[in-house]
């Protein structure tokens, strides 16, 4: 799970170093790009979780038809969800990166990258929904096969398409669409050829408002609550807009950095997602919790081990994907604000994950929300602006949401009484 979700981000950290090398400006775009696309992977991860927690269950049940069926439902909701986003996402893409922020200088050429990712829409959602269906049976190591072909591909297909084909900033995007459509299409030839525990049966595929409500029950609240991260993402992106388009790509780099810190928690915490669900549906309660707490001390110890390893050597890190000075000044400032502070955000993203595999959206939603709009967004836009820190106030609201969040997840975990629901 940990590997998988290191190479999810590989796709993105290789765009961005391989851009790195045309302009800092090229990093700020495909920045932008991201804060944007992180909502989009939000409403497929939705559907993923929603889809891993209910095939969890059931099979923890006995209920193995059920299980097939969650699956072949959550195909149908990710084609029509693709679709939707591929539309209106071509449609709105420039107005929406004029009121994030990007200047002249900036909106073309993220405008150029994003357009080309919504063409692709369907390789990312439906890549992701059939990881899901895989995890949620319990098999991580085929999507972690397929999924480090794809990001190979990915790093092979960037400096040919950027730099020798000359298509710049927007050759990364057609690089990550081909490598993409290449791993989506390899995962839904393992899971179509009967090689998987889940069956599909589409042919005879009869609606069932019981399973979509179970995968939307689980899954839509996860969805609103990172496109409620993604949103955040794009409210600091405008924050930190307001300092120049050198310090949004700081502002891109300092984060895909600190991001390697969170993966291990992330991976972990898909993980947690599939055992507590099954444990749950089995009616071990104790053991679901106790998955949850060691899961946590798990995730916090590696994003401690990460967090020391980056502070041990920030300006090396930063200029790696860009030497601009004041690129690097900032995002430096970003790496000693915000790195300690990801041991608490990890806790805090395992205990979310658990109340979602006992089938709890509603909670983490909230755990999101307060992290976000309550402490985050008005503590960095006071620090930054009224109080006069700039740019590292941004950081130093970041870090205190981190902590806070981490502290009132562990707290409700605690005091949440578990209860068998399939």
Same mark, same amino acid.
């Given at each position: 799970?940990?590997?998988?979700?290191?190479?999810?981000?590989?796709?993105?950290?290789?765009?961005?170093?391989?851009?790195?090398?045309?302009?800092?400006?090229?990093?700020?775009?495909?920045?932008?790009?991201?804060?944007?696309?992180?909502?989009?992977?939000?409403?497929?991860?939705?559907?993923?979780?929603?889809?891993?927690? !209910?095939?969890?269950?059931?099979?923890?049940?006995?209920?193995?038809?059920?299980?097939?069926?969650?699956?072949?439902?959550?195909?149908?909701?990710?084609?029509?969800?693709?679709?939707?986003?591929?539309?209106?996402?071509?449609? !709105?893409?420039?107005?929406?990166?004029?009121?994030?922020?990007?200047?002249?200088?900036?909106?073309?050429?993220?405008?150029?990258?994003?357009?080309?990712?919504?063409?692709?829409?369907?390789?990312?959602?439906?890549?992701?929904?059939?990881?899901?269906?895989?995890?949620?049976?319990?098999?991580?190591?085929?999507?972690?096969?397929?999924?480090?072909?794809?990001?190979?591909?990915?790093?092979?297909?960037?400096?040919?398409?950027?730099?020798?084909?000359?298509?710049?900033?927007?050759?990364?995007?057609?690089?990550?669409?081909?490598?993409?459509?290449?791993?989506?299409?390899?995962?839904?030839?393992?899971?179509?050829?009967?090689?998987?525990?889940?069956?599909?049966?589409?042919?005879?595929?009869?609606?069932?408002?019981?399973?979509?409500?179970?995968?939307?029950?689980?899954?839509?609240?996860?969805?609103?609550?990172?496109?409620?991260?993604?949103?955040?993402?794009?409210?600091?992106?405008?924050?930190?807009?307001?300092?120049?388009?050198?310090?949004?790509?700081?502002?891109?780099?300092?984060?895909?950095?600190?991001?390697?810190?969170?993966?291990?928690?992330?991976?972990?915490?898909?993980?947690?997602?599939?055992?507590?669900?099954?444990?749950?549906?089995?009616?071990n309660f104790d053991r679901a919790k106790k998955t949850v707490w060691n899961a946590s001390i798990l995730a916090g110890s590696f994003a401690l081990l990460a967090a020391i390893v980056i502070l041990l050597f920030p300006i090396?890190?930063?200029?790696?994907?860009?030497?601009?000075?004041?690129?690097?000044?900032?995002?430096?400032?970003?790496?000693?604000?915000?790195? !300690?502070?990801?041991?608490?955000?990890?806790?805090?993203?395992?205990?979310?994950?658990?109340?979602?595999?006992?089938?709890?959206?509603?909670?983490?939603?909230?755990?999101?929300?307060?992290?976000?709009?309550?402490?985050?967004?008005?503590?960095?836009?006071?620090?930054?602006?009224?109080?006069?820190?700039?740019?590292?106030?941004?950081?130093?609201?970041?870090?205190?949401?981190?902590?806070?969040?981490?502290?009132?997840?562990?707290?409700?975990?605690?005091?949440?009484? !578990?209860?068998?629901?399939?």
């Amino acid at each position: 799970m940990v590997f998988v979700m290191i190479l999810q981000t590989l796709f993105n950290i290789a765009d961005t170093i391989f851009v790195g090398r045309i302009s800092a400006y090229a990093v700020a775009a495909v920045s932008m790009a991201f804060a944007v696309m992180f909502i989009i992977i939000a409403i497929g991860g939705g559907i993923g979780i929603g889809t891993s927690s !209910l095939i969890a269950r059931r099979l923890g049940a006995g209920d193995k038809r059920g299980a097939d069926l969650a699956a072949e439902h959550a195909v149908f909701l990710g084609l029509g969800i693709s679709l939707f986003i591929s539309v209106f996402g071509l449609a !709105l893409a420039k107005p929406l990166f004029a009121i994030m922020g990007a200047g002249p200088e900036i909106l073309p050429l993220v405008i150029s990258y994003i357009r080309i990712l919504f063409m692709g829409m369907v390789f990312l959602v439906m890549g992701m929904v059939g990881v899901s269906i895989f995890q949620g049976e319990g098999d991580t190591k085929t999507p972690m096969k397929i999924m480090g072909f794809a990001v190979i591909l990915n790093i092979i297909l960037d400096p040919i398409f950027i730099f020798t084909l000359g298509y710049g900033v927007a050759g990364a995007a057609i690089a990550t669409v081909l490598s993409r459509g290449i791993g989506t299409a390899l995962i839904w030839y393992f899971l179509l050829s009967n090689r998987a525990l889940i069956q599909f049966d589409l042919r005879s595929f009869v609606y069932d408002s019981k399973t979509l409500r179970g995968i939307i029950s689980v899954g839509f609240p996860s969805m609103v609550m990172h496109v409620a991260m993604g949103v955040g993402m794009a409210v600091l992106m405008k924050l930190t807009s307001l300092f120049g388009p050198l310090a949004i790509a700081a502002y891109g780099i300092g984060f895909r950095i600190e991001s390697v810190a969170i993966l291990p928690a992330l991976g972990i915490a898909m993980a947690v997602v599939t055992i507590v669900g099954q444990n749950v549906g089995a009616g071990n309660f104790d053991r679901a919790k106790k998955t949850v707490w060691n899961a946590s001390i798990l995730a916090g110890s590696f994003a401690l081990l990460a967090a020391i390893v980056i502070l041990l050597f920030p300006i090396d890190t930063i200029t790696l994907f860009n030497s601009d000075p004041l690129v690097v000044e900032y995002g430096v400032s970003l790496i000693r604000i915000v790195s !300690l502070s990801l041991v608490l955000a990890a806790v805090g993203i395992i205990v979310s994950n658990g109340f979602q595999g006992a089938g709890n959206g509603a909670i983490p939603l909230f755990l999101t929300i307060f992290r976000l709009f309550i402490l985050i967004a008005p503590l960095s836009y006071l620090l930054a602006t009224t109080f006069g820190y700039g740019v590292p106030g941004i950081w130093m609201g970041v870090a205190v949401g981190n902590i806070v969040f981490g502290i009132v997840s562990v707290v409700w975990f605690r005091l949440f009484r !578990l209860q068998k629901k399939i």
